[in-house]
C-alpha cells in the first residue's frame, strides 16, 4: 500500500476531472489498482493505492479501509477500481462498500482502459478522453509529478548502470580510507557541511554521504533536520545519491530517500524505497520507521511530533516500537 499526500488544492468539479487528477494524486498512472481518496469537508486528506490482487480473492481490503477511516474518522472516501475486468473491479468495490458503508462511501468507480463507469456494473458511464482533464493541467503547472507507471517510478531509483560501477567501486573505496583517516569527528563535520550546502553534490560527495549515513549516528542527524520545507530538497538529494551508489551501500540511502519521499507527500515513491529494502535488506533499521509510518498512516505533518520517539526507537535498534498513534 503506498500513502500519497495532498500538494496543493484544486478543484475537482466531475468524474472526468477526478480521473485525470488521480495520478497526480499518486505520482504514476495507474494500472490493475485500488485507489481510495479520503475526503474531509471538502478536502482530499489523503490518497491510498493498492494492488488489486492484494484486496481481491482471499484478499481484502478491509484492513485497508480501517486504517484509513480510524485515522480519517469523520472522512468519507471515493473508492477507483483500474482495471479493465469488470467482475474484479465490482467485487472489489462492493466489498469496499460492504465495509465503508452508505456515510462513509461517497463514490465507487471503475476506470477501465476506454471508459469509466460509476456507482454499480450498471451505473452511469463515460469515456475516457484524450484530452487533458483541466485540473490536470493546472496540476502540472503547479509541479506535481506524474509517471507513466510504476515501473517507471522505480527506474528513476535504479543503481548506477553497469559501466560506471568500477569507477564507482574505486571512489568508494577511495573515500571510504580517507572518512576512517578523518575519525568520528571528522565524519560529522563533513556531514554537516554536505548536508547543508546548496544545490545536488558533485559525484565524490555524493559518494561520500552515502558512506557517512551507513552508520546509524548520522541516519538520525539526517532525519532530525528533515522537514516538510525542506522534503523537497532532500528528496532530489537521496535521489541523486541512490543512483550514485554501489549495492552494499544502498540500504540506509534508500531509507532516507523513502522517508524524504513520505515527508514529501510521495507515497508511491516511499513505498517503492520500502520494496526494494524489503527485498535486499529487510532488517535494515530505516526499514521499519519507514514502515510503521505507512502502516499507521501517519500523516508527513505529524512528524514533528513523532520525531523523537521513533529516532530514539531507530537509536535503539527498534527494540521497543510506540504503541499509540501519533496525534494529527
Same mark, same amino acid.
Given at each position: 500500500?503506498?500513502?500519497?499526500?495532498?500538494?496543493?488544492?484544486?478543484?475537482?468539479?466531475?468524474?472526468?476531472?477526478?480521473?485525470?487528477?488521480?495520478?497526480?494524486?499518486?505520482?504514476?498512472?495507474?494500472?490493475?489498482?485500488?485507489?481510495?481518496?479520503?475526503?474531509?469537508?471538502?478536502?482530499?486528506?489523503?490518497?491510498?493505492?493498492?494492488?488489486?490482487?492484494?484486496?481481491?480473492?482471499?484478499?481484502?481490503?478491509?484492513?485497508?479501509?480501517?486504517?484509513?477511516?480510524?485515522?480519517?474518522?469523520?472522512?468519507?472516501?471515493?473508492?477507483?477500481?483500474?482495471?479493465?475486468?469488470?467482475?474484479?473491479?465490482?467485487?472489489?468495490?462492493?466489498?469496499?462498500?460492504?465495509?465503508?458503508?452508505?456515510?462513509?462511501?461517497?463514490?465507487?468507480?471503475?476506470?477501465?482502459?476506454?471508459?469509466?463507469?460509476?456507482?454499480?456494473?450498471?451505473?452511469?458511464?463515460?469515456?475516457?478522453?484524450? #484530452?487533458?482533464?483541466? *485540473?490536470?493541467?493546472?496540476? $502540472?503547472? @503547479?509541479? %506535481?509529478?506524474? =509517471?507513466?507507471? &510504476?515501473?517507471? /517510478?522505480?527506474?528513476?531509483?535504479?543503481?548506477?548502470?553497469?559501466?560506471?560501477?568500477?569507477?564507482?567501486?574505486?571512489?568508494?573505496?577511495?573515500?571510504?580510507?580517507?572518512?576512517?583517516?578523518?575519525?568520528?569527528?571528522?565524519?560529522?563535520?563533513?556531514?554537516?557541511?554536505?548536508?547543508?550546502?546548496?544545490?545536488?553534490?558533485?559525484?565524490?560527495?555524493?559518494?561520500?554521504?552515502?558512506?557517512?549515513?551507513?552508520?546509524?549516528?548520522?541516519?538520525?542527524?539526517?532525519? #532530525?533536520?528533515?522537514? *516538510?520545507?525542506?522534503?523537497? $530538497?532532500? @528528496?532530489? %538529494?537521496?535521489? =541523486?545519491?541512490? &543512483?550514485?551508489? /554501489?549495492?552494499?551501500?544502498?540500504?540506509?540511502?534508500?531509507?532516507?530517500?523513502?522517508?524524504?519521499?513520505?515527508?514529501?507527500?510521495?507515497?508511491?515513491?516511499?513505498?517503492?524505497?520500502?520494496?526494494?529494502?524489503?527485498?535486499?535488506?529487510?532488517?535494515?533499521?530505516?526499514?521499519?520507521?519507514?514502515?510503521?509510518?505507512?502502516?499507521?498512516?501517519?500523516?508527513?505533518?505529524?512528524?514533528?511530533?513523532?520525531?523523537?520517539?521513533?529516532?530514539?526507537?531507530?537509536?535503539?535498534?527498534?527494540?521497543?516500537?510506540?504503541?499509540?498513534?501519533?496525534?494529527?
Amino acid at each position: 500500500m503506498s500513502i500519497s499526500e495532498p500538494q496543493a488544492r484544486l478543484a475537482v468539479h466531475n468524474i472526468d476531472d477526478l480521473v485525470g487528477l488521480v495520478p497526480y494524486l499518486i505520482g504514476f498512472h495507474p494500472e490493475e489498482s485500488l485507489v481510495v481518496i479520503v475526503i474531509e469537508e471538502g478536502r482530499v486528506e489523503v490518497t491510498a493505492r493498492v494492488d488489486l490482487t492484494a484486496v481481491s480473492g482471499r484478499g481484502s481490503p478491509g484492513a485497508l479501509v480501517s486504517r484509513l477511516f480510524d485515522r480519517y474518522p469523520a472522512a468519507g472516501a471515493w473508492f477507483i477500481a483500474y482495471t479493465g475486468d469488470d467482475d474484479l473491479a465490482w467485487d472489489v468495490l462492493g466489498s469496499c462498500a460492504a465495509l465503508g458503508g452508505l456515510v462513509r462511501v461517497q463514490r465507487l468507480l471503475q476506470v477501465g482502459p476506454e471508459a469509466w463507469r460509476s456507482d454499480e456494473p450498471d451505473g452511469p458511464t463515460g469515456p475516457i478522453s484524450s #484530452r487533458v482533464a483541466p *485540473v490536470a493541467a493546472e496540476a $502540472a503547472v @503547479l509541479g %506535481l509529478a506524474v =509517471r507513466p507507471s &510504476r515501473r517507471a /517510478l522505480a527506474a528513476g531509483i535504479a543503481g548506477p548502470p553497469d559501466d560506471e560501477v568500477d569507477d564507482l567501486v574505486a571512489r568508494f573505496d577511495a573515500a571510504e580510507i580517507d572518512l576512517d583517516r578523518l575519525g568520528a569527528r571528522g565524519r560529522r563535520r563533513i556531514l554537516r557541511r554536505l548536508l547543508v550546502a546548496s544545490g545536488l553534490p558533485e559525484l565524490d560527495d555524493s559518494v561520500r554521504l552515502a558512506l557517512l549515513v551507513q552508520h546509524e549516528e548520522a541516519q538520525v542527524r539526517v532525519l #532530525r533536520l528533515l522537514s *516538510v520545507e525542506n522534503a523537497e $530538497a532532500q @528528496l532530489a %538529494l537521496w535521489t =541523486r545519491i541512490v &543512483r550514485h551508489t /554501489l549495492p552494499a551501500h544502498r540500504p540506509a540511502v534508500l531509507g532516507l530517500l523513502g522517508m524524504a519521499a513520505w515527508q514529501n507527500g510521495d507515497g508511491a515513491l516511499a513505498m517503492v524505497c520500502l520494496e526494494q529494502l524489503d527485498r535486499i535488506d529487510p532488517l535494515e533499521p530505516i526499514a521499519a520507521l519507514l514502515d510503521w509510518l505507512n502502516e499507521e498512516v501517519v500523516p508527513p505533518q505529524a512528524w514533528p511530533h513523532v520525531r523523537e520517539p521513533l529516532l530514539a526507537a531507530l537509536t535503539d535498534q527498534f527494540s521497543c516500537w510506540p504503541t499509540s498513534q501519533p496525534t494529527r
